[in-house]
């Protein structure tokens, strides 16, 4: 089946605790991006990639690193978590088959940093 | 990046056509309009996407004027399943240059 994953779903961690939400895509899609949403914010942009070692900022990219060292995979890493960065986290991927781009999401990691 | 302008909420009956308009005024030559559709705590899910005049799919019709500085999403006699929010991007489809902007989207609630 045709997906992308998320894990963990769910994470409760502490400020400064180093985390990793992975993502991963069975398409072969050569774009992924990470989206963060939050009530009244609607999704915004944290970074995305266009293919292996290719990546980019967002709209919203501090305090967020990723790396793309294989097509499939896309990890969200926060090195040092802060309660601002309690969201709920989208990855997504697409092909790059111009002009048609329908992104695929994940089922979404709910994070809470105290 | 163009920006979009939606209406922030909707509420229709059952059985009635939705129409719910997007601004983008800032649109650029090769910006395209796209739809998605997100269900509470659930990814959003790709709708209809287009660049001029109009669309239609199985489940939507996507209406963009000659200027597209708007675009209307058209959801045909829709029921209790489409409570969602609706979400109109608009995007540079070229290569090099795939940073979206979803905003706050339309939350529209069909009421039985």
């Known amino acids: 089946e045709a997906q992308v994953t998320q894990n963990p779903r769910y994470l409760i961690t502490v400020t400064g605790k180093k985390l990793t939400v992975t993502c991963s895509q069975n398409?072969?899609?050569?774009?992924m991006s990470w989206y963060r949403q939050d009530p009244g914010l609607g999704l915004r942009q944290i970074y995305y990639s266009m293919n292996v070692e290719v990546t980019d900022k967002g709209d919203v990219p501090e305090g967020y690193k990723v790396s793309r060292k294989e097509k499939r995979n896309f990890p969200l890493i926060l090195e040092s978590p802060s309660p601002n960065q309690t969201s709920l986290y989208f990855c997504a991927s697409s092909l790059k088959r111009l002009p048609y781009n329908e992104q695929f999401f994940g089922p979404g990691t709910r994070l809470t940093v105290l | 990046l163009a920006k979009t302008t939606q209406p922030i909420s909707m509420d229709s009956y059952e059985g009635q056509e939705v129409n719910i308009t997007c601004s983008h005024n800032?649109?650029?030559?090769?910006?395209?309009i796209t739809w998605y559709q997100q269900f509470p705590s659930q990814g959003p899910r790709f709708i209809i996407q287009g660049y001029k005049t109009k669309v239609t799919n199985e489940v939507a019709s996507l209406f963009i004027p000659a200027d597209r500085k708007s675009s209307t999403l058209s959801l045909p006699r829709v029921s209790l399943s489409d409570t969602a929010v609706y979400y109109c991007?608009?995007?540079?489809?070229?290569?090099?240059?795939?940073?979206?902007?979803f905003g706050t989207g339309t939350r529209l609630t069909i009421i039985p």
């Open positions: 991007l608009v995007g540079d489809m070229r290569r090099g240059n795939e940073k979206l902007t």
């Open positions: 398409m072969n899609h050569e774009y």
């Open positions: 800032n649109i650029a030559t090769n910006d395209y």
